[in-house]
């Protein structure tokens, strides 16, 4: 530090900084009194008294040691004195601490003897606040020097704190009171019954070092040009900028509202179970009477409470399962709820069992993880877990779903699990889900069981609901940790699929040969069309869709059923649309539909 230079800062500013402790010494005399009148807690006059002076006072600091210095170029002045610059921003940078801390000192000790005057209070009770009260007013000057040190955008930095403290009341419901640094002055410090959370003073001390790091940096580097540079006046169209920024943010964080906590979906009748973790329902229906209903409630809940517990899922869900008319066997569909949060299957009365406990399992991870169990790079895994977890107790059904996986053509690839949206494009719903058992047995024939179910408890964690999701390892990263990669893991499960394979050879080779062709038409007056042949089969079923531009997966599609052996889809594609078609037959063998072709066709 440099006793000449502090002379003179005293000396220049001392009138403005006397004006503006009286100012706070009559705020805070106010408020005192005030505090004895309420039912507050004994430091509720500090702690208010900090939260409006302990950013006023350093912003006032900041403007006449460093915003001013550099505005009059008083500090190019002092840059030509054997001085030097890291000394002369030293001695200004602890001259503003200084007087910040002790503001807070002083107003802390005049707090004391007011409360001292009208009850007993021991020293340990008086110094309970004041950590908390000084990292406050510390992290207020740290934030006020650097934002001192942007000149002309210092403005700017305090609108953008503040928006920030809005965004996350609106997203969050976090009380203002509850946000980073504010913390430090909570209703535990205003009651004085005890320090906030570590957490809190870690959060303030690391903006804290931060802001004193962002000043040094502006201050020393470049030979101080920066600030120099932003200490001159916002140009006009520098002003409109910061002005319509600071609107649109504004209006922004003004329509960022908090997702409700929606109540649990609920039906009027029906048959219930409540398990460990779960609630089942299931709604008898003519063709579904209420002994079925129990059962499946029953198995449903067992799965459901046996899965979060291997994988300690948080999530405690509703489930309920609605049998209806009309729907297909094999098309089972998650209800979209608005309003009410659950799992709401709707299957039809001879939907397969395997089938519908395979669906629960999936919702609830996709659930436990807020939908990132569906991305790309774990997607198999996702399928492969809920099909395993649905089959453990069925050796019947496991046998059957091999023979399905077995089934599927040709030999299975590191790509065919690693994209598997692109597999299951390709193999259709019922056969991608037996390839992804296969594989997922693969996995536990090599791990174990028990690592095989750590290893996916780890990869279907709950992820944090903020930007550190971002730096979550990969599932293949879990994966070669555990010294299974896909290529491993695809080899083996190619290898038990041959086994397969050969055991059931007569019986593969026996089922019918079926062969389809997609073809596009263009005529002069119906204009383009999409046209289906099948050969070998007397029934098939088309799914098609027009796909949007850029689309990755195609999602529901509309489905076509068909007696005989030509179809034309009931659509009319103009030139450049992109339309998915698949074409499906039942295979009584297999016991589900099988895809015999898949196709994108772009309209030429």
């Known amino acids: 530090m440099s006793g000449a230079l502090l002379r003179k800062e005293l000396s220049e500013h001392g009138a403005v900084l006397g004006v503006t402790a009286l100012l706070a010494a009559l705020v805070l005399f106010a408020l005192l009194v005030q505090a004895e009148s309420e039912l507050g807690g004994r430091f509720v006059g500090l702690t208010r008294f900090s939260m409006l002076f302990g950013f006023l006072i350093p912003i006032v600091l900041a403007n006449r040691l460093l915003v001013r210095e550099y505005a009059g170029r008083t500090q190019l002045f002092l840059e030509t004195l054997p001085l030097g610059r890291a000394r002369a921003f030293a001695t200004k940078w602890l001259l503003g601490c200084v007087l910040s801390m002790l503001t807070a000192v002083l107003a802390w000790a005049w707090t004391v003897e007011t409360i001292v005057e009208t009850e007993a209070l021991g020293l340990r009770d008086a110094l309970a606040p004041l950590p908390a009260v000084l990292t406050f007013w510390f992290t207020a000057w740290c934030f006020a020097s650097m934002a001192g040190m942007l000149g002309r955008y210092r403005y700017v930095v305090w609108a953008i704190a503040a928006l920030l403290v809005v965004v996350l009341e609106s997203v969050t419901g976090m009380s203002p009171a509850e946000a980073p640094v504010l913390r430090l002055l909570g209703s535990d410090v205003q009651m004085g019954r005890a320090l906030p959370e570590p957490s809190a003073f870690a959060v303030a001390l690391g903006i804290a070092l931060v802001s004193l790091a962002g000043a040094a940096a502006l201050a020393l580097i470049g030979s101080g040009a920066m600030p120099s540079a932003l200490a001159q006046r916002m140009t006009a169209r520098e002003r409109v900028f910061v002005l319509v920024g600071i609107v649109a943010a504004a209006t922004l964080s003004a329509v960022l509202e908090r997702s409700p906590e929606l109540p649990p979906f609920e039906i009027a009748d029906g048959e219930r179970v409540e398990g460990r973790h779960v609630r089942v329902g299931v709604m008898p229906t003519a063709d579904f009477d209420a002994a079925r209903a129990r059962s499946l409630a029953h198995i449903l809940a067992d799965d459901a409470d046996s899965l979060i517990d291997a994988l300690s899922l948080e999530v405690e869900p509703a489930i309920f399962v609605l049998p209806q008319q009309g729907l297909d066997r094999d098309r089972m569909q998650r209800a979209s709820l608005s309003g009410s949060k659950g799992v709401v299957i709707r299957i039809a009365s001879d939907a397969p069992l395997d089938r519908v406990r395979a669906l629960v399992g999936h919702a609830l991870i996709v659930d436990s993880t807020r939908g990132r169990a569906l991305r790309e790079d774990r997607h198999v895994l996702l399928d492969g877990l809920s099909a395993y977890w649905a089959l453990r107790d069925?050796?019947?059904?496991?046998?059957?779903?091999?023979?399905?996986?077995?089934?599927?053509?040709?030999?299975?690839?590191?790509?065919?699990?690693?994209?598997?949206?692109?597999?299951?494009?390709?193999?259709?719903?019922?056969?991608?889900?037996?390839?992804?058992?296969?594989?997922?047995?693969?996995?536990?024939?090599?791990?174990?069981?028990?690592?095989?179910?750590?290893?996916?408890?780890?990869?279907?964690?709950?992820?944090?609901?903020?930007?550190?999701?971002?730096?979550?390892?990969?599932?293949?990263?879990?994966?070669?940790?555990?010294?299974?990669?896909?290529?491993?893991?695809?080899?083996?499960?190619?290898?038990?699929?041959?086994?397969?394979?050969?055991?059931?050879?007569?019986?593969?080779?026996?089922?019918?040969?079926?062969?389809?062709?997609?073809?596009?038409?263009?005529?002069?007056?119906?204009?383009?069309?999409?046209?289906?042949?099948?050969?070998?089969?007397?029934?098939?079923?088309?799914?098609?869709?027009?796909?949007?531009?850029?689309?990755?997966?195609?999602?529901?599609?509309?489905?076509?059923?068909?007696?005989?052996?030509?179809?034309?889809?009931?659509?009319?594609?103009?030139?450049?649309?992109?339309?998915?078609?698949?074409?499906?037959?039942?295979?009584?063998?297999?016991?589900?539909?099988?895809?015999?072709?898949?196709?994108?066709?772009?309209?030429?």
């Open 394 to 604: 069925d050796a019947d059904a496991r046998r059957l779903w091999r023979l399905r996986a077995a089934a599927a053509g040709r030999p299975l690839r590191e790509d065919d699990l690693a994209l598997w949206s692109q597999t299951m494009e390709r193999l259709g719903e019922c056969t991608s889900l037996a390839v992804a058992f296969g594989a997922f047995e693969a996995l536990v024939e090599r791990l174990g069981v028990d690592a095989a179910l750590a290893l996916m408890a780890d990869v279907f964690r709950t992820p944090p609901d903020d930007f550190r999701v971002l730096f979550e390892a990969a599932p293949e990263a879990r994966l070669a940790r555990s010294g299974v990669g896909f290529a491993a893991l695809a080899a083996q499960t190619e290898a038990a699929l041959g086994a397969v394979r050969e055991r059931h050879r007569e019986l593969l080779a026996g089922r019918p040969a079926v062969d389809a062709r997609i073809e596009q038409r263009t005529d002069a007056g119906p204009g383009n069309s999409i046209e289906v042949h099948v050969d070998g089969a007397e029934r098939f079923t088309v799914h098609y869709a027009r796909l949007r531009p850029w689309a990755g997966s195609v999602g529901e599609t509309p489905r076509l059923d068909v007696q005989g052996s030509r179809a034309v889809l009931p659509i009319a594609p103009i030139r450049g649309d992109r339309v998915f078609v698949a074409v499906e037959v039942d295979d009584a063998a297999l016991d589900c539909p099988i895809r015999i072709a898949a196709e994108r066709v772009t309209i030429r």
